[in-house]
């Protein structure tokens, strides 16, 4: 049995779209593809709000904002790569703190763009995982009041 790969990744909602990136061709994972932003949760050993943590992390550095703390749970989901990894990723609602997303990390982001629900899900760009992970943050968003 494999161990498995722990990726994070955040909603982040404003002005009625959804913070998305398109993935560097560098990667190997879904390499030019549109996806939320985050990123592998590293061993740290005995810690706490690990996952919170790493998604600030990715969140800097791949487009330069500070996301609040404060995250809503949304769901997860587990998947296999090309190459063989065992990955579960988990998706949270957040909201930016600090600065304007641009595209940072040229390894990893090619473009920063704000799309809405609507356009998410009509696009045939949009990997059925994506469209399930916004569909799921939208409701949990109204749920909870973010606008």
Known sequence: MKDFIINVEGAVYRGNRWLLIRRSTKEEHAGGELA???????????????LERTLQREMFEEVGIE??????????????????????????????KHGEPYAKSEDEVDEVLWITTDE????????????????????KRKEVGVS
Do not use: P, W
Not at 36 to 50: A, I, K, R, Y
Not at 85 to 90: L, N, P, Y
Not at 121 to 129: I, K, M, N, R
């Open 36 to 50: 939320l932003v985050g990123g592998t949760v590293d061993q740290e050993g005995f810690t706490s709000d690990l």
């Open 120 to 139: 998410i899900l009509q696009s045939e760009e949009t990997a059925d995982y994506l469209k399930e992970s916004i569909i799921a943050a939208d409701r």
């Open 67 to 96: 996301i609040s703390e404060s995250m809503t749970y949304i769901r997860n989901t587990s998947f296999v790569t090309a190459s063989g990894d065992h990955v579960v990723d988990i998706v949270f609602l957040c909201e930016i």
